[in-house]
């Protein structure tokens, strides 16, 4: 899976398409969003964009260990440049083939799309993402709820995917 996961990042960046993973959260400690710091991601050994947060991870992890204990954590995916239309609606969905290969993870228990499960919990007007006109004249999304894709396929904006470990 790695090997074919660096050669395929490689080729998909060559078609404008780049993929970023790190780690969202370990047991409680999570960070915020709008304290995300990409460029920080490699500067920690749990792959955290934020290096405070990955120090009180760090340490929690210790305390775990002391304590003989584990913990779980979440990691998140953007994926940016996939242009819409990507997968089908019903039988081969890029939701549904993305979850089924996270899943086959061992240890993983839960993958989320987008808002996911606190989309549970939203009503249809603050959940839906709104089409707009942007400043270049393109269509877009005011909000990404969706976490990239519609009825099963891209919709041109960034892939967000989310799983939870144990």
């Known amino acids: ?6 050669i395929a990042a490689k080729i998909l960046r060559q078609l ?6 790190y780690t969202r959260s370990i047991g409680d ?3 915020p969003e709008n304290e995300y710091h990409y460029d920080q991601i490699t500067e920690n050994a749990l792959y ?9 991870a760090s340490d ?14 979440m990691i998140e995916c953007v994926i940016t440049g996939v242009p819409a239309g990507i997968g089908e ?12 290969a996270v899943m086959s993870i ?31 004249g393109a269509i ?10 519609l009825g099963g396929m891209s919709d041109g904006s960034d892939i967000v995917l989310r799983a939870a470990f144990k």
Do not use: W
Request: glycine share 14%; with cysteine; net charge negative.
């Open 1 to 6: 899976r790695v090997a074919a996961g660096a």
């Open 16 to 21: 404008g398409i780049t993929i970023t993973a």
């Open 29 to 31: 400690i999570v960070i």
């Open 48 to 56: 955290m964009p934020n290096n405070d947060y990955a120090a009180r």
């Open 60 to 73: 929690y992890l210790a305390e775990c260990i002391r304590k003989q204990d584990s913990s779980g954590g």
């Open 89 to 100: 609606p019903v039988f081969h969905k890029l939701d549904a083939a993305l979850c089924s």
């Open 106 to 136: 061992g240890a993983v228990k839960g993958v989320e799309i987008g808002d996911g499960f606190q989309a549970a919990a939203a009503t249809g007007k603050t959940n839906n993402d709104a089409f707009c006109v942007n400043e270049n």
């Open 140 to 149: 877009g999304k005011e909000t990404n709820h969706a976490g990239g894709i």
